[in-house]
């Protein structure tokens, strides 16, 4: 009995291993949704904006080092360079001319003392004299040198006027705008810093006077004005890009781009750090971040590229350098995201959402928002945000490409309390973290962003 009921056993036994397993137990558990990690955020947040990078000031040392640090982030995730690079960094020579004589000024041949170059072009100007005495900048006359003796608002603001009439010299009246402008660049003028090769836009040279002697001057309209530089010398840097790749399964889907600026202002002359935590070193963290999730999934139908920036704060250069020498053909890119601080948020907006520059030009928002994405329309249009951040060199180019901030007129903007301390830590996770889903849906999917009707820009 005891033999039988064991066969018995030993045959169910054997069905049993024969029997097709349940469809659950076939099943692979889907793997848990990427978690961004604020210790990871924190960290990379640290070392860009403390004390030892010193605000990563545009094409000096500093900024090579975020560069670096970015670089070495992105190869230890597993990117590779770009298709056609040998590393991750790309390098441009950044020119910056600079006054180490004097900057003098005659009139009819007699010096004029006091006088003090604020904003110069390099170049030395001689011409006839007008003299503007009106209230709206617009009503300035177009001559050569424009002498202003009294104006009741910033004398920057008929810097732009002074452009647009093709002035050459505009002289203000000293005040403490004018001699905090100065001492901001350590009491020199400010020249033109422009990339190797290129043509720095012609611009006004702007100076100021004492009051009593433009107003003296006033009735001297005709005379001919003279402003001379001794010694004016031609300084080279490098500005340094860092570029990964992630290569994608479907050559002909495309690429998408991830971008942000990595530099900052650094030190004044003073020797104040501007730290530039939120500007931008929170937005060279997303673009680590974002890197990071998307390396350690499965391999994305179009390729990705990371780029983190150099020299945005001293004209775009990097962007504009990428743009005009690019890893890939410009028009395997799909579309552009960039990140300008996001380390806070601003009021104005639902509570952890950020704002999308030019939200309305293209479906590239609208789409990410319905994907999950924390983001919504620019509450700034007159601020012109779409055209001044690195995005912008790409849009020109055709490209649907736009810019996420978290509060675009933080109080600690370009000030030395742009600090780590001021940084919303849970806001700016949380703000990457939302990213996460929609950018997978760019990367595995099918969309493409296009512009609206009157949404692209002209080139």
């Known amino acids: 009995m005891l033999s039988i009921l064991a066969r018995t056993l030993a045959v169910l036994m054997l069905a049993a291993v024969a029997l ?160 905090g402008v100065l001492a901001t660049n350590g009491n020199a003028p400010q020249l033109p810093v422009f990339l190797e090769g290129t043509t720095p836009p012609p611009r006004p040279t702007v100076g100021s006077l004492p009051a009593d002697t433009l107003s003296a001057l006033a009735g001297r309209a005709g005379a001919t004005v003279a402003l001379t530089l001794t010694d004016v010398a031609r300084e080279e840097s490098i500005t340094t890009n860092a570029i990964g790749y992630i290569t994608g399964t479907d050559a002909k889907a495309g690429t998408l781009l991830f971008s942000a600026h990595l530099d900052h202002i650094g030190a004044l002359p003073n020797g104040t750090v501007m730290y530039g935590a939120n500007d931008d070193a929170s937005g060279t963290v997303a673009v680590i971040e974002i890197a990071k999730a998307m390396a350690a999934g499965r391999r994305p139908r179009r390729s990705l590229m990371f780029v983190a920036y150099g020299s945005e704060e001293i004209g775009l250069f990097g962007s504009n350098y990428f743009a005009k020498n690019p890893p890939i053909p410009l028009t395997d890119i799909v579309a552009n995201l960039e990140f300008e601080m996001i380390g806070a948020q601003d009021p104005k907006l639902p509570k952890g959402v950020m704002m999308m520059t030019g939200y309305d030009r293209s479906n590239f928002g609208p ?34 490409a736009h810019t996420v ?32 889903a929609p950018v997978k849906w760019l990367a595995y999917g099918k969309f493409t962003p296009e512009w609206t009707k009157d949404g692209k820009p002209k080139p």
């Open 20 to 179: 097709p397993a349940p469809a659950d137990a076939k099943r692979k558990p889907r793997p848990a949704p990427y978690k961004v990690r604020i210790e990871s955020v924190m960290a990379h947040e640290k070392f860009l904006a403390g004390p030892e990078l010193r605000g990563r000031a545009s094409a000096s040392r500093d900024e090579a080092i975020a560069a670096a640090y970015v670089a070495a982030q992105f190869a230890q995730f597993g990117l590779t360079p770009a298709p056609g690079m040998s590393g991750y960094l790309q390098t441009a020579k950044v020119i910056r001319l600079a006054v180490k004589g004097a900057a003098t000024l005659s009139v009819d041949g007699t010096p004029v003392p006091g006088f003090a170059l604020i904003l110069g072009s390099g170049e030395p100007v001689t011409g006839k004299m007008a003299v503007f005495t009106g209230d709206k900048p617009a009503d300035m006359p177009a001559a050569d040198v424009v002498i202003v003796p009294s104006f009741k608002g910033s004398p920057f603001a008929l810097f732009g006027a002074a452009r647009a009439k093709k002035v050459r010299l505009l002289i203000v009246p000293e005040s403490a705008a004018t001699k």
């Open 367 to 400: 789409s990410m928002k319905a994907h999950g994405a924390l983001v919504t329309a620019d509450p700034y249009p007159e601020q012109n945000f779409f055209q001044r951040s690195d995005n912008y060199a790409l849009a020109r180019q055709g490209i649907v």
């Open 405 to 436: 901030s978290g509060w675009a007129l933080v109080p600690t903007y370009h000030q030395p309390t742009d600090t780590i301390e001021n940084i919303d830590f849970k806001f700016m996770t949380n703000a990457i973290q939302s990213l996460i």
